[in-house]
């Protein structure tokens, strides 16, 4: 017998399987969602600021300064960049809300499943997770449509952007095998 400190449930099931494959993909959509206003940051950065070319101590100084940032700073100078678009604003607010619940309060309890194997473990641990990703979802559209834009990136059709978010969320939330 193991101390009670240390994780000691291993043990893999379909139903473990296909829950934990739900939040691996959630948390994969937050890391590119995360990943993206990053990126976005730094090209309205480099785009609106006029801060030398690569190589030079400004535009050093200036990767650094925006690798430090955290999300919420990232979310902030992308809406101040373009004028506080309320609606812009509201979905990259709401996706960064949505990417702090998946990074940091989803997964909370989930050493505890293992105890719940044995029990058949209801499927209703991850009703919540649509509600979730969808706000994450939309944000990644916003980001990955204003990357293609400010990159000159041909732009996918409107049917598929439209499409996108339900996608996504599908995606994420399915846990059928």
Not at 4 to 14: G, K, S, V, W, Y
Not at 87 to 116: D, I
Not at 120 to 130: G, K, N
Request: proline share 5%; hydrophobic share 45%; glycine share 6%.
């Amino acid at each position: 017998m193991n101390p009670d400190i240390f994780f000691d449930a291993l043990e893999r099931t379909e139903w473990t399987d296909r829950h934990f494959a739900a939040i691996g993909r959630a948390l994969a959509l937050a890391s590119r969602f995360d990943k993206g206003c990053s990126a976005l940051a730094r090209l309205l950065g480099l785009r609106c600021g006029g801060v030398g070319s690569p190589g030079t101590a400004e535009f050093q100084n200036l990767a650094d300064t925006l690798r430090k940032r955290q999300l919420h700073q990232h979310v902030a100078s992308i809406a101040k960049v373009l004028g506080s678009d309320a609606a812009v604003l509201s979905t990259l607010n709401e996706a960064r809300k949505a990417r702090n619940a998946v990074a940091h309060e989803l997964a909370l309890g989930f050493e505890q499943w293992g105890s719940l194997l044995h029990q058949h473990p209801p499927d209703h641990l991850l009703d919540a997770l649509p509600a979730i990703v969808r706000p994450l979802a939309e944000g990644d559209r916003l980001v990955s449509l204003l990357l293609s834009v400010l990159t000159h990136e041909q732009l996918p059709s409107e049917a598929f952007l439209e499409q996108y978010p339900d996608a996504l969320v599908e995606w994420v939330c399915d846990i059928s095998v």
